[in-house]
Antibody
Framework: QVQVQQWGVGLLKPSETVSLTCAVYGGSLSDYSWSWIRQPPGKGLEWIGEINHSGSTNYNPSLKSRVTISVDTSKNQFSLKLTSVTAADTAVYYC????????????????????????WGQGTLVTVSS | DIVMTQSPDSLAVSLGERATVNCKSSQSVLYSSNNKNFLAWYQQKPGQPPKLLIYWASTRESGVPDRFSGSGSGTDFTLTISSLQAEDVAVYYCQQYYITPVTFGQGTRLEIK
């Protein structure tokens, strides 16, 4: 049975970088696509981005300029970096495994995958405060 | 982006009674190629991550009790709990996965009356 462990720095100052890692146990990372999703305290859910089974990434346009998701297949881990944080980035950050539902192509030829999320990590609270 | 709007924001229902949560998308999430609605429902209890309840608008995830059901098509969807149990107290979210970025509703808080 797949389990995940998340970790990262929980308290940051404005302009610093969020750095989180999600390690997958009991299954291969590359068998699935994995996303980062965040939830500000008392608020709803926001998809940040994904790294799919082929190692390609896709990001929410609202965060794209600040986000990098990377993978270390040798350790069965993937990571999130979010730069130039502000208080608005204070949230619980989840890693989640997605079930692929469809792939479609934009007019420019970029392909996009969509998912619903059937497995979630426990989440890591990241607080941005001066 | 597709905007998902849930109603009501909060709901109080007596034990054993029916609870209904609504979700409306700003554009249709029905994919004509396979006639499926790209809509999921999640349950989130305090201090826990969301749990997948329903996908394709009406397919229950394995292990989810059959008192949970989903319905609707196009832009209007409903999550129904047929007989509310104490353990169903939670916040419920809908999610569209028709286009990227996938987006979620703002959540509906369900409490016991």
């Amino acid at each position: 049975q797949v389990q995940v462990q998340q970790w990262g720095v929980g308290l940051l100052k404005p302009s610093e970088t969020v750095s989180l890692t999600c390690a997958v146990y009991g299954g291969s990372l590359s068998d699935y696509s994995w996303s980062w999703i965040r939830q500000p305290p008392g608020k709803g859910l926001e998809w940040i981005g994904e790294i799919n089974h082929s190692g390609s990434t896709n990001y929410n346009p609202s965060l794209k300029s600040r986000v990098t998701i990377s993978v270390d297949t040798s350790k069965n881990q993937f990571s999130l970096k979010l730069t130039s944080v502000t208080a608005a980035d204070t949230a619980v950050y989840y890693c989640a495994r997605g079930r692929l539902t469809r792939t479609y192509y934009s007019d420019s030829g970029t392909y996009y995958n969509t998912y619903y999320f059937h497995f979630w990590g426990q989440g890591t609270l990241v607080t941005v405060s001066s | 982006d597709i905007v998902m709007t849930q109603s009501p924001d909060s709901l109080a229902v007596s034990l054993g009674e029916r609870a209904t949560v609504n979700c409306k998308s700003s554009q249709s999430v029905l994919y004509s190629s396979n006639n499926k609605n790209f809509l999921a429902w999640y349950q989130q209890k305090p201090g826990q991550p969301p749990k997948l309840l329903i996908y394709w608008a009406s397919t229950r995830e394995s292990g989810v009790p059959d008192r949970f059901s989903g319905s609707g098509s196009g832009t209007d969807f409903t999550l129904t709990i047929s007989s509310l149990q104490a353990e169903d107290v939670a916040v419920y979210y809908c999610q569209q996965y028709y286009i990227t970025p996938v987006t979620f509703g703002q959540g509906t808080r369900l409490e016991i009356k």
